[in-house]
Protein backbone atom coordinates (compact mmCIF):
# COMPACT_ATOMS: atom_id res chain seq x y z
CA UNK A 1 0.00 0.00 0.00
CA UNK A 2 1.04 3.44 -0.45
CA UNK A 3 2.25 5.55 1.73
CA UNK A 4 -0.41 8.48 2.22
CA UNK A 5 2.56 11.18 1.89
CA UNK A 6 3.18 9.55 -1.39
CA UNK A 7 -0.26 9.23 -2.99
CA UNK A 8 -0.98 11.46 -5.57
CA UNK A 9 -3.41 13.44 -5.55
CA UNK A 10 -6.17 13.48 -8.42
CA UNK A 11 -5.56 15.86 -11.25
CA UNK A 12 -9.08 18.32 -10.55
CA UNK A 13 -11.33 19.02 -13.35
CA UNK A 14 -10.70 22.80 -14.81
CA UNK A 15 -13.91 23.61 -16.21
CA UNK A 16 -17.29 23.63 -15.26
CA UNK A 17 -17.42 21.31 -18.46
CA UNK A 18 -15.10 19.12 -17.47
CA UNK A 19 -16.27 18.93 -14.01
CA UNK A 20 -19.96 18.27 -15.70
CA UNK A 21 -18.03 15.20 -17.86
CA UNK A 22 -16.58 13.21 -14.75
CA UNK A 23 -19.70 13.72 -12.65
CA UNK A 24 -22.19 11.95 -15.80
CA UNK A 25 -19.10 9.50 -15.56
CA UNK A 26 -19.50 9.32 -11.78
CA UNK A 27 -23.73 8.94 -12.08
CA UNK A 28 -22.65 6.49 -15.21
CA UNK A 29 -20.74 4.31 -12.74
CA UNK A 30 -23.23 4.04 -9.79
CA UNK A 31 -26.55 3.31 -12.19
CA UNK A 32 -23.96 0.49 -13.84
CA UNK A 33 -23.05 -0.79 -10.25
CA UNK A 34 -26.87 -1.17 -9.52
CA UNK A 35 -27.52 -2.87 -12.73
CA UNK A 36 -24.99 -5.56 -11.77
CA UNK A 37 -26.26 -6.00 -7.91
CA UNK A 38 -30.00 -6.40 -9.62
CA UNK A 39 -29.87 -10.65 -8.41
CA UNK A 40 -28.50 -10.09 -4.65
CA UNK A 41 -30.84 -6.23 -5.08
CA UNK A 42 -34.01 -9.16 -5.71
CA UNK A 43 -33.74 -10.67 -2.23
CA UNK A 44 -33.97 -7.25 -0.13
CA UNK A 45 -37.23 -6.98 1.85
CA UNK A 46 -39.30 -4.61 0.27
CA UNK A 47 -39.11 -2.12 2.83
CA UNK A 48 -35.48 -1.69 2.67
CA UNK A 49 -34.98 -1.93 -1.20
CA UNK A 50 -34.71 2.19 -1.00
CA UNK A 51 -31.87 1.68 1.22
CA UNK A 52 -29.55 -1.43 -0.39
CA UNK A 53 -30.09 0.94 -3.79
CA UNK A 54 -28.81 3.69 -2.33
CA UNK A 55 -25.75 1.77 -0.50
CA UNK A 56 -24.53 0.03 -4.30
CA UNK A 57 -24.88 3.87 -5.71
CA UNK A 58 -22.90 5.17 -2.59
CA UNK A 59 -20.06 2.43 -3.01
CA UNK A 60 -20.10 2.66 -6.45
CA UNK A 61 -19.46 7.02 -5.58
CA UNK A 62 -17.00 5.76 -3.34
CA UNK A 63 -15.00 3.94 -5.05
CA UNK A 64 -13.14 7.55 -6.51
CA UNK A 65 -11.16 9.94 -5.01
CA UNK A 66 -14.22 12.77 -5.03
CA UNK A 67 -12.00 15.62 -3.13
CA UNK A 68 -10.71 17.77 -6.83
CA UNK A 69 -14.22 17.70 -7.31
CA UNK A 70 -15.37 18.65 -3.91
CA UNK A 71 -13.11 21.74 -4.22
CA UNK A 72 -13.95 22.81 -8.08
CA UNK A 73 -17.69 22.60 -6.67
CA UNK A 74 -17.44 24.19 -3.59
CA UNK A 75 -15.21 27.21 -5.88
CA UNK A 76 -18.42 27.50 -7.68
CA UNK A 77 -20.89 27.96 -4.50
CA UNK A 78 -22.48 23.74 -5.14
CA UNK A 79 -23.07 21.23 -3.20
CA UNK A 80 -19.58 19.72 -2.62
CA UNK A 81 -21.44 15.99 -1.90
CA UNK A 82 -20.39 16.03 1.83
CA UNK A 83 -23.81 15.14 3.06
CA UNK A 84 -25.24 12.90 0.32
CA UNK A 85 -25.32 9.64 1.59
CA UNK A 86 -28.39 8.90 2.38
CA UNK A 87 -29.88 10.00 -1.52
CA UNK A 88 -26.97 9.73 -3.55
CA UNK A 89 -28.14 9.99 -6.60
CA UNK A 90 -30.35 12.47 -5.79
CA UNK A 91 -27.91 14.95 -4.65
CA UNK A 92 -25.46 14.03 -7.73
CA UNK A 93 -28.33 14.95 -10.23
CA UNK A 94 -29.08 18.16 -8.19
CA UNK A 95 -25.72 19.15 -9.06
CA UNK A 96 -26.05 17.95 -12.53
CA UNK A 97 -29.07 20.01 -12.99
CA UNK A 98 -27.19 23.21 -11.97
CA UNK A 99 -24.00 22.23 -14.13
CA UNK A 100 -26.02 21.52 -17.25
CA UNK A 101 -27.88 25.27 -16.71
CA UNK A 102 -24.29 26.66 -16.07
CA UNK A 103 -23.11 25.11 -19.37
CA UNK A 104 -26.31 26.41 -21.34
CA UNK A 105 -26.33 22.51 -22.23
CA UNK A 106 -30.14 20.25 -22.13
CA UNK A 107 -30.71 17.05 -19.34
CA UNK A 108 -29.43 14.51 -21.12
CA UNK A 109 -31.62 12.10 -23.39
CA UNK A 110 -32.67 8.90 -20.58
CA UNK A 111 -31.91 11.10 -17.67
CA UNK A 112 -34.91 12.78 -16.77
CA UNK A 113 -35.46 14.99 -13.86
CA UNK A 114 -35.28 13.41 -10.21
CA UNK A 115 -38.47 15.29 -8.67
CA UNK A 116 -37.42 17.63 -5.59
CA UNK A 117 -39.57 15.58 -3.24
CA UNK A 118 -36.67 12.90 -3.57
CA UNK A 119 -33.93 14.72 -2.47
CA UNK A 120 -34.71 14.27 1.10
CA UNK A 121 -36.52 10.67 0.85
CA UNK A 122 -33.39 8.92 2.22
CA UNK A 123 -33.41 10.82 5.66
CA UNK A 124 -37.11 10.17 5.76
CA UNK A 125 -36.54 6.59 5.49
CA UNK A 126 -33.93 6.24 8.25
CA UNK A 127 -35.90 8.11 10.16
CA UNK A 128 -38.93 5.33 9.41
CA UNK A 129 -36.33 2.42 10.06
CA UNK A 130 -34.94 4.15 13.56
CA UNK A 131 -38.64 4.24 14.74
CA UNK A 132 -39.33 0.67 13.96
CA UNK A 133 -36.51 -0.46 15.52
CA UNK A 134 -35.66 1.26 18.50
CA UNK A 135 -38.91 3.25 19.43
CA UNK A 136 -40.46 6.84 18.51
CA UNK A 137 -37.66 9.66 19.93
CA UNK A 138 -38.43 11.51 22.58
CA UNK A 139 -39.62 15.71 21.49
CA UNK A 140 -36.73 16.96 23.07
CA UNK A 141 -34.14 14.33 21.79
CA UNK A 142 -33.89 12.38 18.16
CA UNK A 143 -31.08 9.80 19.65
CA UNK A 144 -32.28 7.25 21.86
CA UNK A 145 -30.62 5.56 25.06
CA UNK A 146 -30.04 2.13 25.77
CA UNK A 147 -28.60 0.84 28.88
CA UNK A 148 -27.27 -2.52 29.65
CA UNK A 149 -28.42 -3.85 33.06
CA UNK A 150 -26.15 -5.36 35.80
CA UNK A 151 -27.43 -8.45 37.58
CA UNK A 152 -28.88 -6.87 40.69
CA UNK A 153 -31.47 -5.47 37.94
CA UNK A 154 -32.72 -9.10 38.31
CA UNK A 155 -34.14 -8.57 41.79
CA UNK A 156 -34.10 -4.72 41.83
CA UNK A 157 -36.95 -3.51 40.21
CA UNK A 158 -37.20 0.42 41.39
CA UNK A 159 -33.76 0.60 39.66
CA UNK A 160 -34.95 0.09 35.81
CA UNK A 161 -37.84 2.22 36.91
CA UNK A 162 -36.11 5.03 38.08
CA UNK A 163 -33.18 4.29 34.69
CA UNK A 164 -36.87 4.64 32.61
CA UNK A 165 -37.87 7.88 33.86
CA UNK A 166 -33.95 9.59 33.83
CA UNK A 167 -34.41 8.42 30.18
CA UNK A 168 -33.73 4.97 29.40
CA UNK A 169 -35.28 4.04 25.97
CA UNK A 170 -34.03 0.73 25.62
CA UNK A 171 -32.93 -2.07 27.84
CA UNK A 172 -29.97 -4.47 26.88
CA UNK A 173 -29.26 -7.73 28.13
CA UNK A 174 -26.15 -9.44 28.16
CA UNK A 175 -26.84 -12.75 27.89
CA UNK A 176 -22.96 -13.34 28.11
CA UNK A 177 -24.13 -12.61 32.31
CA UNK A 178 -26.66 -14.10 34.13
CA UNK A 179 -29.73 -17.23 33.15
CA UNK A 180 -33.00 -17.52 31.97
CA UNK A 181 -34.71 -17.01 35.39
CA UNK A 182 -32.52 -13.66 35.86
CA UNK A 183 -33.53 -11.92 32.48
CA UNK A 184 -37.39 -13.32 32.93
CA UNK A 185 -37.19 -11.16 36.45
CA UNK A 186 -35.28 -8.05 34.19
CA UNK A 187 -38.11 -8.12 31.69
CA UNK A 188 -40.96 -8.33 34.38
CA UNK A 189 -39.70 -5.69 36.05
CA UNK A 190 -39.70 -3.31 32.76
CA UNK A 191 -43.41 -3.86 32.50
CA UNK A 192 -44.04 -2.87 35.53
CA UNK A 193 -41.73 -0.16 35.57
CA UNK A 194 -43.72 0.96 32.14
CA UNK A 195 -47.63 0.38 33.05
CA UNK A 196 -46.01 2.57 36.59
CA UNK A 197 -44.93 5.35 34.56
CA UNK A 198 -46.42 5.24 31.03
CA UNK A 199 -43.24 4.94 29.45
CA UNK A 200 -42.34 2.35 26.82
CA UNK A 201 -38.64 0.72 26.38
CA UNK A 202 -37.64 -1.84 23.60
CA UNK A 203 -35.71 -5.21 24.89
CA UNK A 204 -32.36 -5.80 23.54
CA UNK A 205 -30.44 -8.97 23.99
CA UNK A 206 -27.14 -9.50 23.37
CA UNK A 207 -26.10 -13.10 22.30
CA UNK A 208 -22.92 -13.68 23.66
CA UNK A 209 -20.50 -15.03 20.65
CA UNK A 210 -17.47 -16.42 20.10
CA UNK A 211 -16.20 -14.14 22.60
CA UNK A 212 -12.12 -15.20 23.71
CA UNK A 213 -11.49 -14.44 27.26
CA UNK A 214 -9.44 -15.38 29.87
CA UNK A 215 -9.94 -18.91 31.90
CA UNK A 216 -10.34 -18.50 35.70
CA UNK A 217 -6.94 -17.46 38.12
CA UNK A 218 -6.11 -19.68 41.37
CA UNK A 219 -8.05 -17.51 44.03
CA UNK A 220 -5.55 -15.36 46.58
CA UNK A 221 -5.89 -15.57 50.10
CA UNK A 222 -9.38 -14.84 52.03
CA UNK A 223 -7.85 -11.32 53.71
CA UNK A 224 -9.79 -8.04 53.81
CA UNK A 225 -8.05 -5.40 55.28
CA UNK A 226 -9.65 -2.01 56.87
CA UNK A 227 -7.97 0.89 57.27
CA UNK A 228 -8.93 4.64 58.32
CA UNK A 229 -8.49 8.00 56.18
CA UNK A 230 -6.39 9.51 57.06
CA UNK A 231 -4.42 13.43 56.40
CA UNK A 232 -1.82 14.28 54.78
CA UNK A 233 0.29 13.85 57.93
CA UNK A 234 -1.03 10.41 59.06
CA UNK A 235 -3.60 11.40 61.52
CA UNK A 236 -7.31 9.83 61.45
CA UNK A 237 -9.70 12.03 60.24
CA UNK A 238 -12.67 8.80 59.84
CA UNK A 239 -12.51 5.64 61.35
CA UNK A 240 -13.14 2.71 59.25
CA UNK A 241 -16.62 1.48 59.44
CA UNK A 242 -17.32 -2.19 59.19
CA UNK A 243 -20.37 -4.13 59.00
CA UNK A 244 -20.76 -7.14 60.95
CA UNK A 245 -23.65 -9.46 60.08
CA UNK A 246 -25.41 -12.65 60.53
CA UNK A 247 -23.39 -15.51 59.26
CA UNK A 248 -26.37 -17.66 58.37
CA UNK A 249 -28.66 -15.03 56.63
CA UNK A 250 -25.41 -12.24 55.39
CA UNK A 251 -26.76 -9.39 54.91
CA UNK A 252 -25.36 -6.74 52.05
CA UNK A 253 -24.42 -3.22 54.44
CA UNK A 254 -26.28 -0.51 54.24
CA UNK A 255 -23.72 1.89 52.96
CA UNK A 256 -19.89 1.67 52.02
CA UNK A 257 -17.71 -0.52 54.15
CA UNK A 258 -14.35 -0.99 54.81
CA UNK A 259 -15.14 -4.35 55.42
CA UNK A 260 -18.21 -6.63 55.68
CA UNK A 261 -17.96 -9.69 58.87
CA UNK A 262 -19.77 -12.74 58.50
CA UNK A 263 -20.36 -13.89 62.88
CA UNK A 264 -23.05 -16.22 64.43
CA UNK A 265 -26.14 -14.68 64.73
CA UNK A 266 -26.53 -15.44 68.35
CA UNK A 267 -23.41 -13.44 69.06
CA UNK A 268 -24.38 -10.56 67.25
CA UNK A 269 -27.48 -10.37 68.80
CA UNK A 270 -26.11 -9.47 72.28
CA UNK A 271 -23.73 -6.65 70.80
CA UNK A 272 -24.90 -3.32 72.10
CA UNK A 273 -24.36 0.26 70.79
CA UNK A 274 -20.76 1.69 72.00
CA UNK A 275 -19.44 -2.35 73.66
CA UNK A 276 -16.37 -2.99 72.50
CA UNK A 277 -14.51 -6.12 70.73
CA UNK A 278 -10.70 -6.88 71.18
CA UNK A 279 -9.12 -9.25 68.28
CA UNK A 280 -5.98 -9.85 67.42
CA UNK A 281 -5.54 -9.81 63.59
CA UNK A 282 -4.08 -11.48 60.73
CA UNK A 283 -0.64 -10.39 62.06
CA UNK A 284 -1.39 -10.64 65.68
CA UNK A 285 -1.41 -7.07 66.30
CA UNK A 286 -3.82 -6.07 68.87
CA UNK A 287 -6.66 -4.14 67.97
CA UNK A 288 -10.24 -3.15 69.12
CA UNK A 289 -13.74 -2.41 67.72
CA UNK A 290 -15.96 0.07 69.01
CA UNK A 291 -19.92 -1.08 68.15
CA UNK A 292 -21.38 2.70 66.89
CA UNK A 293 -25.24 1.72 65.54
CA UNK A 294 -27.38 -1.86 66.09
CA UNK A 295 -29.78 -2.77 63.40
CA UNK A 296 -32.03 -5.00 62.89
CA UNK A 297 -29.84 -5.98 59.95
CA UNK A 298 -26.46 -6.08 61.44
CA UNK A 299 -24.12 -3.35 63.50
CA UNK A 300 -21.76 -1.10 62.73
CA UNK A 301 -18.07 -0.89 64.38
CA UNK A 302 -15.49 1.41 64.06
CA UNK A 303 -12.15 1.67 64.61
CA UNK A 304 -9.31 4.25 64.16
CA UNK A 305 -6.49 1.77 63.55
CA UNK A 306 -5.87 -0.72 60.16
CA UNK A 307 -7.45 -4.38 60.73
CA UNK A 308 -6.54 -7.46 58.81
CA UNK A 309 -9.56 -9.57 58.88
CA UNK A 310 -9.13 -13.96 57.74
CA UNK A 311 -11.71 -16.09 58.21
CA UNK A 312 -11.78 -17.61 61.98
CA UNK A 313 -10.14 -14.56 63.54
CA UNK A 314 -11.64 -14.55 67.11
CA UNK A 315 -13.65 -11.17 68.15
CA UNK A 316 -14.09 -11.23 72.02
CA UNK A 317 -16.99 -8.89 73.19
CA UNK A 318 -15.88 -7.09 76.70
CA UNK A 319 -17.83 -8.41 79.55
CA UNK A 320 -15.44 -7.55 82.64
CA UNK A 321 -12.74 -10.30 83.66
CA UNK A 322 -13.99 -13.27 83.90
CA UNK A 323 -15.54 -13.30 80.13
CA UNK A 324 -17.38 -16.21 79.07
CA UNK A 325 -17.12 -18.91 76.11
CA UNK A 326 -20.51 -16.94 74.82
CA UNK A 327 -18.85 -13.63 74.54
CA UNK A 328 -16.01 -14.86 72.07
CA UNK A 329 -16.73 -16.03 68.34
CA UNK A 330 -15.05 -16.36 65.23
CA UNK A 331 -15.29 -14.91 61.83
CA UNK A 332 -17.35 -17.06 59.10
CA UNK A 333 -15.82 -17.11 55.43
CA UNK A 334 -14.50 -14.26 53.85
CA UNK A 335 -14.22 -13.75 49.85
CA UNK A 336 -10.69 -14.33 48.84
CA UNK A 337 -8.98 -11.60 47.05
CA UNK A 338 -9.02 -11.23 43.13
CA UNK A 339 -6.14 -12.75 41.62
CA UNK A 340 -3.80 -11.26 38.84
CA UNK A 341 -1.17 -12.09 36.88
CA UNK A 342 1.52 -9.05 37.51
CA UNK A 343 3.20 -8.53 33.82
CA UNK A 344 6.02 -6.34 32.23
CA UNK A 345 7.83 -5.98 29.26
CA UNK A 346 9.47 -9.06 28.11
CA UNK A 347 8.21 -11.81 30.29
CA UNK A 348 6.30 -14.79 29.09
CA UNK A 349 2.89 -15.96 29.43
CA UNK A 350 1.63 -19.56 28.90
CA UNK A 351 -2.28 -19.50 27.38
CA UNK A 352 -2.94 -23.01 28.10
CA UNK A 353 -5.91 -24.52 26.01
CA UNK A 354 -8.19 -25.05 28.86
CA UNK A 355 -9.57 -23.49 31.84
CA UNK A 356 -7.39 -25.18 34.85
CA UNK A 357 -6.67 -21.93 37.00
CA UNK A 358 -3.93 -20.05 36.04
CA UNK A 359 -1.18 -18.67 38.23
CA UNK A 360 1.48 -15.95 38.86
CA UNK A 361 5.30 -16.29 37.58
CA UNK A 362 7.13 -17.95 39.75
CA UNK A 363 10.88 -16.57 40.46
CA UNK A 364 14.40 -17.80 42.82
CA UNK A 365 15.44 -15.38 45.34
CA UNK A 366 17.23 -13.11 42.69
CA UNK A 367 13.83 -12.68 40.80
CA UNK A 368 15.31 -14.89 38.30
CA UNK A 369 11.95 -16.58 36.43
CA UNK A 370 11.94 -20.35 37.55
CA UNK A 371 8.30 -20.88 35.52
CA UNK A 372 6.70 -18.18 34.13
CA UNK A 373 2.95 -17.44 34.62
CA UNK A 374 0.02 -19.68 32.96
CA UNK A 375 -3.60 -19.04 32.44
CA UNK A 376 -6.29 -20.38 30.20
CA UNK A 377 -8.94 -19.26 27.75
CA UNK A 378 -12.89 -19.75 27.44
CA UNK A 379 -11.98 -20.59 23.22
CA UNK A 380 -9.51 -22.81 23.08
CA UNK A 381 -10.67 -23.72 19.25
CA UNK A 382 -9.29 -20.32 18.27
CA UNK A 383 -5.88 -20.80 18.96
CA UNK A 384 -5.85 -23.35 15.88
CA UNK A 385 -5.87 -20.39 13.86
CA UNK A 386 -2.87 -17.94 14.95
CA UNK A 387 0.58 -18.29 13.93
CA UNK A 388 4.13 -17.32 15.09
CA UNK A 389 4.64 -13.94 15.18
CA UNK A 390 1.08 -12.31 15.29
CA UNK A 391 0.29 -9.78 17.69
CA UNK A 392 -2.14 -10.26 20.86
CA UNK A 393 -3.95 -8.19 23.16
CA UNK A 394 -5.46 -8.42 26.59
CA UNK A 395 -8.23 -6.48 28.78
CA UNK A 396 -9.45 -4.51 25.91
CA UNK A 397 -6.03 -3.60 24.47
CA UNK A 398 -4.34 -2.84 28.01
CA UNK A 399 -1.79 -5.50 27.43
CA UNK A 400 0.01 -6.06 24.54
CA UNK A 401 1.97 -9.33 23.09
CA UNK A 402 3.33 -11.50 20.73
CA UNK A 403 3.02 -14.79 19.74
CA UNK A 404 6.21 -16.60 19.82
CA UNK A 405 4.97 -20.54 19.54
CA UNK A 406 1.96 -22.48 18.86
CA UNK A 407 1.71 -26.15 20.07
CA UNK A 408 -1.42 -28.44 20.70
CA UNK A 409 -1.49 -27.72 24.13
CA UNK A 410 -0.31 -23.75 25.02
CA UNK A 411 0.53 -21.50 23.35
CA UNK A 412 3.84 -19.15 24.14
CA UNK A 413 3.38 -15.04 24.52
CA UNK A 414 6.21 -12.31 24.72
CA UNK A 415 4.73 -9.66 26.57
CA UNK A 416 5.70 -6.55 24.47
CA UNK A 417 3.61 -2.99 25.62
CA UNK A 418 5.91 -1.13 27.84
CA UNK A 419 3.87 0.85 30.43
CA UNK A 420 5.18 2.46 33.37
CA UNK A 421 4.19 0.27 35.96
CA UNK A 422 3.47 -3.43 35.76
CA UNK A 423 0.22 -4.67 34.27
CA UNK A 424 -2.36 -6.87 36.41
CA UNK A 425 -3.89 -9.63 33.84
CA UNK A 426 -7.31 -11.07 35.92
CA UNK A 427 -9.38 -13.40 35.04
CA UNK A 428 -12.38 -13.06 32.33
CA UNK A 429 -10.96 -10.23 30.87
CA UNK A 430 -11.02 -10.45 26.91
CA UNK A 431 -8.16 -11.18 24.74
CA UNK A 432 -8.46 -10.12 20.80
CA UNK A 433 -5.99 -11.59 17.87
CA UNK A 434 -6.43 -9.08 15.07
CA UNK A 435 -4.24 -10.22 12.50
CA UNK A 436 -4.94 -14.15 13.22
CA UNK A 437 -8.19 -14.88 10.58
CA UNK A 438 -10.50 -16.76 13.53
CA UNK A 439 -12.62 -18.75 11.50
CA UNK A 440 -15.82 -19.39 13.81
CA UNK A 441 -19.38 -18.75 13.21
CA UNK A 442 -20.92 -16.08 15.57
CA UNK A 443 -23.43 -18.29 16.87
CA UNK A 444 -22.23 -21.02 19.11
CA UNK A 445 -23.62 -23.76 20.86
CA UNK A 446 -24.81 -21.51 24.36
CA UNK A 447 -26.23 -18.99 22.00
CA UNK A 448 -28.53 -21.43 20.03
CA UNK A 449 -29.49 -22.70 23.77
CA UNK A 450 -30.62 -19.20 24.81
CA UNK A 451 -32.58 -18.46 21.42
CA UNK A 452 -35.98 -19.62 22.18
CA UNK A 453 -35.92 -17.08 25.14
CA UNK A 454 -34.60 -13.79 22.73
CA UNK A 455 -37.26 -14.92 20.28
CA UNK A 456 -39.88 -14.91 22.92
CA UNK A 457 -39.02 -11.93 24.68
CA UNK A 458 -36.95 -9.42 22.94
CA UNK A 459 -37.70 -6.85 20.23
CA UNK A 460 -33.80 -6.59 18.98
CA UNK A 461 -31.45 -9.26 19.57
CA UNK A 462 -27.63 -8.60 18.80
CA UNK A 463 -25.19 -10.53 16.87
CA UNK A 464 -22.19 -10.63 18.67
CA UNK A 465 -19.05 -11.18 16.37
CA UNK A 466 -21.11 -10.85 12.97
CA UNK A 467 -18.10 -10.99 10.64
CA UNK A 468 -19.62 -12.80 7.18
CA UNK A 469 -23.00 -13.21 5.72
CA UNK A 470 -23.63 -16.40 6.57
CA UNK A 471 -23.62 -15.54 10.08
CA UNK A 472 -26.77 -13.37 9.65
CA UNK A 473 -28.38 -16.03 7.34
CA UNK A 474 -27.13 -18.92 10.68
CA UNK A 475 -29.53 -16.42 12.96
CA UNK A 476 -32.22 -15.39 10.75
CA UNK A 477 -33.04 -19.11 9.37
CA UNK A 478 -32.78 -19.98 13.96
CA UNK A 479 -35.41 -17.89 14.16
CA UNK A 480 -37.57 -18.16 11.87
CA UNK A 481 -37.64 -22.27 13.02
CA UNK A 482 -38.29 -20.58 16.35
CA UNK A 483 -41.76 -19.58 15.06
CA UNK A 484 -43.99 -16.28 13.40
CA UNK A 485 -42.29 -13.49 16.13
CA UNK A 486 -39.41 -12.90 15.08
CA UNK A 487 -36.83 -9.94 17.00
CA UNK A 488 -34.78 -7.58 14.61
CA UNK A 489 -31.26 -8.33 14.10
CA UNK A 490 -28.49 -5.96 15.04
CA UNK A 491 -24.75 -6.11 13.82
CA UNK A 492 -22.15 -5.64 16.27
CA UNK A 493 -19.17 -5.16 14.45
CA UNK A 494 -16.15 -5.42 16.62
CA UNK A 495 -13.74 -7.21 14.51
CA UNK A 496 -11.44 -6.41 11.68
CA UNK A 497 -13.23 -9.04 9.12
CA UNK A 498 -16.53 -7.68 10.02
CA UNK A 499 -15.40 -4.31 9.71
CA UNK A 500 -14.12 -5.63 6.10
CA UNK A 501 -17.18 -7.62 5.38
CA UNK A 502 -20.02 -4.96 6.74
CA UNK A 503 -21.50 -3.99 2.96
CA UNK A 504 -22.43 -7.81 2.51
CA UNK A 505 -23.45 -7.65 6.12
CA UNK A 506 -25.73 -5.37 5.28
CA UNK A 507 -27.16 -6.47 2.41
CA UNK A 508 -27.63 -9.95 4.61
CA UNK A 509 -29.34 -8.18 7.26
CA UNK A 510 -31.76 -6.17 4.91
CA UNK A 511 -33.55 -9.44 3.87
CA UNK A 512 -35.67 -9.04 6.60
CA UNK A 513 -37.53 -5.27 7.68
CA UNK A 514 -35.73 -4.38 10.10
CA UNK A 515 -32.15 -4.56 11.30
CA UNK A 516 -29.33 -2.39 12.89
CA UNK A 517 -25.78 -1.88 13.27
CA UNK A 518 -23.86 -1.37 16.81
CA UNK A 519 -20.30 0.06 16.85
CA UNK A 520 -19.08 -2.13 19.27
CA UNK A 521 -15.95 0.33 19.96
CA UNK A 522 -13.74 -1.32 22.22
CA UNK A 523 -12.77 -4.51 20.72
CA UNK A 524 -13.11 -2.58 17.53
CA UNK A 525 -10.14 -0.50 18.58
CA UNK A 526 -7.98 -3.11 19.84
CA UNK A 527 -8.81 -4.69 16.47
CA UNK A 528 -8.23 -2.24 14.44
CA UNK A 529 -5.89 -0.27 16.00
CA UNK A 530 -6.73 3.02 18.31
CA UNK A 531 -5.39 4.91 16.10
CA UNK A 532 -7.89 3.72 13.71
CA UNK A 533 -10.89 3.95 15.47
CA UNK A 534 -12.57 7.59 14.74
CA UNK A 535 -11.58 6.69 10.81
CA UNK A 536 -13.05 3.32 11.15
CA UNK A 537 -16.18 4.27 13.17
CA UNK A 538 -16.72 7.46 10.63
CA UNK A 539 -16.79 4.88 8.10
CA UNK A 540 -19.16 2.95 9.36
CA UNK A 541 -22.03 5.79 9.70
CA UNK A 542 -21.38 6.61 6.28
CA UNK A 543 -22.35 2.92 5.24
CA UNK A 544 -24.98 2.55 7.56
CA UNK A 545 -26.81 6.19 6.64
CA UNK A 546 -26.43 5.19 2.93
CA UNK A 547 -28.22 1.81 3.43
CA UNK A 548 -31.19 3.54 5.44
CA UNK A 549 -29.41 1.53 8.40
CA UNK A 550 -29.91 2.79 12.48
CA UNK A 551 -26.78 2.60 14.32
CA UNK A 552 -26.43 2.29 17.93
CA UNK A 553 -22.95 4.15 19.17
CA UNK A 554 -21.53 1.74 21.78
CA UNK A 555 -19.03 0.99 24.41
CA UNK A 556 -17.72 3.34 27.19
CA UNK A 557 -19.77 5.82 26.86
CA UNK A 558 -19.37 8.01 29.72
CA UNK A 559 -17.48 4.85 31.27
CA UNK A 560 -15.92 6.72 33.99
CA UNK A 561 -19.08 9.10 34.73
CA UNK A 562 -20.84 5.20 35.42
CA UNK A 563 -18.17 3.72 37.54
CA UNK A 564 -16.20 6.43 39.49
CA UNK A 565 -19.50 9.03 39.68
CA UNK A 566 -17.15 12.11 37.69
CA UNK A 567 -17.04 12.00 33.57
CA UNK A 568 -13.80 13.19 31.94
CA UNK A 569 -13.61 16.21 29.58
CA UNK A 570 -13.06 13.81 26.30
CA UNK A 571 -16.18 11.40 27.65
CA UNK A 572 -18.04 14.63 27.47
CA UNK A 573 -17.02 15.46 24.37
CA UNK A 574 -17.41 11.98 22.67
CA UNK A 575 -21.07 11.44 23.95
CA UNK A 576 -21.75 14.98 22.14
CA UNK A 577 -20.19 13.30 18.75
CA UNK A 578 -22.29 10.42 19.71
CA UNK A 579 -25.39 12.51 18.09
CA UNK A 580 -24.23 11.15 14.74
CA UNK A 581 -26.06 7.81 15.52
CA UNK A 582 -29.53 6.50 16.20
CA UNK A 583 -29.15 5.45 19.87
CA UNK A 584 -26.14 5.44 22.34
CA UNK A 585 -25.23 2.93 24.84
CA UNK A 586 -24.22 3.11 28.29
CA UNK A 587 -22.69 0.19 30.52
CA UNK A 588 -23.81 -0.88 33.81
CA UNK A 589 -21.97 0.88 36.50
CA UNK A 590 -22.93 2.27 39.98
CA UNK A 591 -23.42 5.26 38.89
CA UNK A 592 -25.37 4.34 36.21
CA UNK A 593 -28.29 6.76 36.94
CA UNK A 594 -26.09 9.88 36.68
CA UNK A 595 -24.81 8.95 33.37
CA UNK A 596 -28.41 8.84 32.30
CA UNK A 597 -28.95 12.04 33.21
CA UNK A 598 -26.22 13.67 32.15
CA UNK A 599 -26.54 11.67 28.64
CA UNK A 600 -29.91 13.00 27.96
CA UNK A 601 -29.05 16.23 29.41
CA UNK A 602 -26.08 16.28 26.45
CA UNK A 603 -28.44 14.91 23.46
CA UNK A 604 -31.08 17.65 24.31
CA UNK A 605 -28.59 20.38 24.31
CA UNK A 606 -26.70 18.76 21.26
CA UNK A 607 -30.17 18.30 19.35
CA UNK A 608 -30.31 21.78 18.28
CA UNK A 609 -26.72 21.65 16.87
CA UNK A 610 -26.16 19.20 14.91
CA UNK A 611 -28.27 16.28 13.15
CA UNK A 612 -25.43 13.54 11.57
CA UNK A 613 -23.27 15.45 10.03
CA UNK A 614 -25.02 18.76 9.00
CA UNK A 615 -24.30 21.54 11.59
CA UNK A 616 -27.84 23.36 11.94
CA UNK A 617 -27.84 26.93 12.55
CA UNK A 618 -29.30 27.85 15.38
CA UNK A 619 -29.32 31.45 16.51
CA UNK A 620 -26.24 31.73 18.81
CA UNK A 621 -26.59 33.75 21.76
CA UNK A 622 -22.83 35.26 21.14
CA UNK A 623 -24.12 36.85 18.66
CA UNK A 624 -26.55 38.57 20.10
CA UNK A 625 -23.62 40.63 22.30
CA UNK A 626 -24.00 44.11 22.12
CA UNK A 627 -20.69 45.15 21.46
CA UNK A 628 -20.63 43.11 18.12
CA UNK A 629 -23.11 45.88 16.19
CA UNK A 630 -20.72 49.04 17.85
CA UNK A 631 -17.29 50.08 17.36
CA UNK A 632 -15.22 48.79 20.13
CA UNK A 633 -14.05 50.88 22.70
CA UNK A 634 -10.68 50.77 21.95
CA UNK A 635 -8.09 52.76 23.68
CA UNK A 636 -4.89 54.44 22.25
CA UNK A 637 -3.25 51.45 22.36
CA UNK A 638 -5.12 49.81 20.29
CA UNK A 639 -6.74 47.23 22.99
CA UNK A 640 -9.92 46.25 22.96
CA UNK A 641 -11.81 47.57 26.14
CA UNK A 642 -15.30 46.18 25.40
CA UNK A 643 -16.54 44.95 28.51
CA UNK A 644 -16.67 40.43 28.63
Request: aromatic share 4%; net charge neutral; proline share 7%.
Amino acid sequence: MTPRSQEKSPVAPQTPGALLEALRTLRGDMLASAARAQARLAAIHADRCAGALNLMHYLALRRHDLRPIQTHLASLGLSSLGRAESNVLANVDAVLRVLHRLEQCAWQAGDPEEPVARFDAGRRHLAAHADALLGPPRTERTVRIMVTLPSEAAEDGQLIRALLEQGMDCMRINCAHDNAAAWARMIAHLREAERQTGRSCRIFMDLAGPKLRTGPLEPGPAVVRARPARDAFGRVIAPARIWLCAAEAPAVPPAPAAASLPVPADWLHRLRAGDRVHLDDARAAHRTLTIADVTDRGCWAETSRTIYFVPGLVLQREAGADAEDEDRCRIGELPPIEAALVLCKGDMLIITRDERPGRPARHDGNRRCLAPATIGCTLPEAFDHVRPGEPIWFDDGRIGGTIEHVDADRVVVRITQEHARPLKLRADKGINLPESRIDLPALTGQDRENLPFVARHADIVGLSFANHPDDVTALQQQLAALGARRPAIVLKIETRRGFEHLPDLLLAAMRAPQCGVMIARGDLAVECGFERLAEVQEEILWLCEAAHVPVIWATQVLETLAKEGRPSRAEISDAAMSLRAECVMLNKGPYILRAVRTLDDILQRMHAHQAKKRSLLRALRLANRPSIDHDRDASPDGRDRTPA
